[in-house]
């Protein structure tokens, strides 16, 4: 990825930032601490925090980034409500609960912020993340950080370079006439002929202690460019369906390269199926398979992804209905006892996988380790909470109504979006 530009736009330092320098390197480790503010109640979009984008609680991008860059030697989620404190904590992150005088519609994020380095006094420099900002990368936090830690700044934010003609804003029944803000009308530039403007994009802002205590921006300051296909902000629920397009195209996904999934180990019931079973008149037990889910197991068989069916030992249904899964899918069906987690570790060490080479769709409390564990894994959209917070994808879709072809496409998508990265990787080795 091309590196994001950096310039300093203020050479101002005063004498409480020269000191806490100085302090620093005599050889004491500065305390770096990622803040993400997410209060509970939103106005625009209702716990919009931790609403679902891409299949991902919103938080949870920004969460995977702070927490896989490495950078922070503690990573944080200011809140409310006890929902969002649950996913911060599923995805990596220490919880402050934050007071009720800064929980207020009017609360403001100095407010909070300071808050929570008048409780957390070993914190030195604090970086801000936005919630919202779902196509922040490690990148990003590791050289904005050392504009922090090797430059000396103590003032460090996120822009985003726009080329928008702006004009003055007349109020309805205003008898004045508009005028232009940062063009000549006379002489309208060509876009390839104009920088454009830099304008804070919310992604992030960065602070030493000190500045905190004063204000946020300010001392020794810089800004920190970002390409606009990074620039991603969710305020309304507009912004929603264009946000999910551009965080699957230019998201962060994780440490491990999606590629190497080899297996995908799917429930039967309660993913393939939606759980219930059909008793005829005559006794027939009987269960529903999708033909949209049954396509995306062939999609995934097609480009090299094994899949198994699994199924408890206890499932008398499922057990009855083996041969016939297994002719339908193309699969082979498995069932499972009561320790899954064993078992399928058995079945791994048989093939010669890791957790990082395995997907797992699984729906209820008995497959939250594999969830967990596996390197990519989901539910359906019906699934119970203790599911849904374990898996890396929660689907749009219910069981047994396409959330297998839902999470084959996911899986397929980051297949290809990895490979287009090796790609242009070993153009660049070729080329440089």
């Given at each position: 990825?091309?590196?994001?530009?950096?310039?300093?736009?203020?050479?101002?330092?005063?004498?409480?930032?020269?000191?806490?320098?100085?302090?620093?390197?005599?050889?004491?480790?500065?305390?770096i601490?990622?803040?993400?503010?997410a209060?509970?109640?939103?106005?625009?979009?209702?716990?919009?925090?931790?609403?679902?984008?891409?299949?991902?609680?919103?938080?949870?991008?920004?969460l995977?980034?702070?927490?896989?860059?490495?950078?922070?030697?503690s990573?944080?989620?200011?809140?409310?409500?006890?929902?969002?404190?649950?996913v911060?904590?599923?995805?990596?992150?220490?919880?402050?609960?934050?007071?009720?005088?800064?929980?207020?519609?009017?609360?403001?994020?100095?407010?909070?912020?300071?808050?929570?380095?008048?409780?957390?006094?070993?914190?030195?420099?604090?970086?801000?993340?936005?919630?919202?900002?779902?196509?922040?990368?490690?990148?990003h936090?590791?050289?904005?950080?050392?504009?922090?830690?090797?430059?000396?700044?103590t003032?460090?934010?996120?822009?985003?370079?726009?080329?928008?003609?702006?004009w003055?804003?007349?109020?309805?029944?205003?008898?004045?006439?508009?005028?232009?803000?940062?063009?000549?009308?006379?002489?309208?530039?060509?876009?390839?002929?104009?920088?454009?403007?830099?304008?804070?994009?919310?992604?992030?802002?960065?602070?030493?202690?000190?500045?905190?205590?004063?204000?946020?921006?300010?001392?020794?300051?810089?800004?920190?460019?970002?390409?606009?296909?990074?620039?991603?902000?969710?305020?309304?629920?507009?912004?929603?369906?264009?946000?999910?397009?551009?965080?699957?195209?230019?998201?962060?996904?994780?440490?491990?390269?999606?590629?190497?999934?080899?297996?995908?180990?799917?429930?039967v019931?309660?993913?393939?199926?939606?759980?219930?079973?059909?008793?005829?008149?005559?006794?027939?037990?009987?269960?529903?398979?999708?033909?949209?889910?049954?396509?995306?197991?062939?999609?995934?068989?097609?480009?090299?992804?094994?899949?198994?069916?699994?199924?408890?030992?206890?499932?008398?249904?499922?057990?009855?209905?083996?041969?016939?899964?297994?002719?339908?899918?193309?699969?082979?069906?498995?069932?499972?006892g009561?320790?899954?987690?064993?078992?399928?570790?058995?079945?791994?060490?048989?093939?010669?996988?890791?957790?990082?080479?395995?997907?797992?769709?699984?729906?209820?409390?008995?497959?939250?380790?594999?969830?967990n564990?596996?390197?990519?894994?989901?539910?359906?959209?019906?699934?119970?909470?203790?599911?849904?917070?374990?898996?890396?994808?929660?689907?749009?879709?219910?069981?047994?109504?396409?959330?297998?072809?839902?999470?084959?496409?996911?899986i397929?998508?980051?297949?290809?979006?990895?490979?287009?990265?090796?790609?242009?990787?070993?153009?660049?080795?070729?080329?440089?």
């Amino acid at each position: 990825m091309a590196a994001a530009k950096k310039r300093t736009i203020s050479g101002i330092e005063d004498v409480r930032d020269r000191k806490a320098k100085v302090i620093k390197d005599s050889g004491e480790k500065r305390h770096i601490a990622a803040l993400i503010l997410a209060r509970g109640g939103s106005k625009g979009i209702p716990l919009k925090n931790i609403k679902v984008l891409a299949g991902v609680p919103l938080i949870g991008w920004v969460l995977r980034a702070a927490v896989d860059s490495k950078q922070f030697d503690s990573v944080w989620v200011s809140t409310d409500h006890d929902d969002i404190e649950k996913v911060a904590k599923a995805w990596g992150a220490q919880v402050h609960r934050r007071s009720p005088e800064v929980s207020k519609d009017s609360s403001s994020s100095l407010d909070t912020i300071q808050e929570f380095v008048r409780l957390n006094p070993e914190v030195d420099v604090i970086c801000h993340i936005q919630a919202t900002s779902p196509c922040l990368h490690p990148f990003h936090l590791k050289e904005a950080l050392e504009m922090i830690t090797k430059q000396g700044f103590t003032s460090v934010f996120s822009v985003v370079r726009e080329h928008h003609f702006r004009w003055q804003e007349v109020m309805k029944g205003g008898s004045v006439a508009t005028q232009p803000l940062n063009l000549d009308p006379s002489n309208r530039p060509r876009r390839q002929d104009w920088d454009g403007e830099l304008c804070e994009n919310g992604s992030f802002y960065i602070y030493t202690r000190a500045m905190i205590e004063r204000g946020l921006q300010g001392g020794k300051w810089a800004y920190y460019e970002m390409l606009p296909e990074y620039s991603v902000d969710i305020d309304v629920d507009i912004d929603w369906p264009v946000a999910e397009q551009r965080v699957l195209r230019f998201g962060y996904f994780g440490l491990d390269k999606p590629e190497v999934v080899r297996l995908l180990l799917c429930k039967v019931s309660g993913c393939l199926t939606d759980g219930r079973v059909l008793i005829s008149v005559s006794g027939e037990e009987m269960v529903s398979v999708n033909t949209r889910d049954t396509m995306g197991i062939r999609m995934l068989q097609r480009e090299g992804v094994e899949v198994i069916l699994i199924s408890s030992s206890e499932d008398p249904v499922t057990k009855a209905l083996a041969d016939k899964l297994s002719q339908r899918t193309g699969c082979e069906v498995r069932q499972l006892g009561k320790d899954i987690q064993g078992e399928v570790k058995a079945m791994m060490d048989d093939k010669d996988l890791d957790w990082k080479e395995v997907a797992y769709m699984g729906n209820d409390a008995p497959d939250v380790d594999c969830l967990n564990l596996a390197g990519l894994s989901a539910v359906p959209r019906d699934a119970p909470v203790v599911a849904i917070n374990a898996a890396k994808y929660s689907c749009h879709s219910a069981a047994g109504q396409g959330a297998v072809r839902e999470f084959s496409e996911h899986i397929l998508l980051l297949k290809k979006k990895a490979k287009s990265q090796m790609e242009q990787d070993r153009i660049h080795r070729n080329t440089f």
